[in-house]
């Protein structure tokens, strides 16, 4: 890599091209204020550090929210974890002779990566949510009605006006149909 490619990096810019993005990228991960200003702060701080490791391969955007996502990973790991439950510490006495101990016992438990987890999962709902709109018609009806809604399939083919070979057929065809579109939708991803 030659000098002249780094000079897509522009640290002087940083704050008035990348700031109010970085900001609300992370703002939509914490709904915290203070803590999106700290780790975009954080994430400036460690692209300096590590600008000389920038290979030019990716925009200067992409490489500066590559440092955030790491941050923001490591901060929920951080929240989750033994040190972390150490860190965050909980005054119990206000007054008497323990005043101002810390109970470490009182912190937090042990979320083990429920945060993360739920993330996954939110975002997993939206994937499996278009691979089902992309379904025919009746097909994502049936499969709704079925899977979703927990109507017995003597009830569903009742008011579908379908028989029960029929439904269990598009019931096959739906399956069929969305794990191809999740096979290449999420678990490629």
Request: with cysteine; aromatic share 12%.
């Amino acid at each position: 890599m030659s000098v002249t490619d780094k000079q897509f990096l522009n640290p002087e810019k940083w704050v008035s091209l990348h700031a109010d993005y970085l900001f609300n990228y992370t703002i939509s991960r914490l709904n915290d204020r203070d803590l999106a200003k700290d780790l975009v702060q954080d994430t400036f701080f460690s692209a300096l550090k590590a600008k000389d490791n920038f290979k030019g391969e990716s925009s200067e955007r992409t490489w500066l929210i590559a440092i955030l996502k790491r941050k923001i990973v490591d901060y929920y790991r951080k929240i989750n974890s033994i040190k972390g439950k150490a860190e965050v510490r909980m005054s119990f006495y206000a007054e008497g002779e323990r005043e101002g101990e810390w109970l470490e016992e009182r912190a937090p438990t042990d979320w083990s990566g429920e945060i993360e987890k739920k993330i996954e999962n939110e975002e997993l709902a939206i994937v499996l949510e278009k691979c089902i709109e992309s379904l025919p018609e009746k097909y994502a009806m049936v499969f709704r009605m079925k899977t979703v809604h927990q109507i017995e399939t003597e009830d569903i083919c009742n008011e579908l006006e379908i028989t029960s070979t029929n439904f269990w057929v598009i019931i096959h065809r739906a399956r069929t149909q969305l794990r191809k579109c999740m096979e290449e939708n999420w678990f490629k991803i």
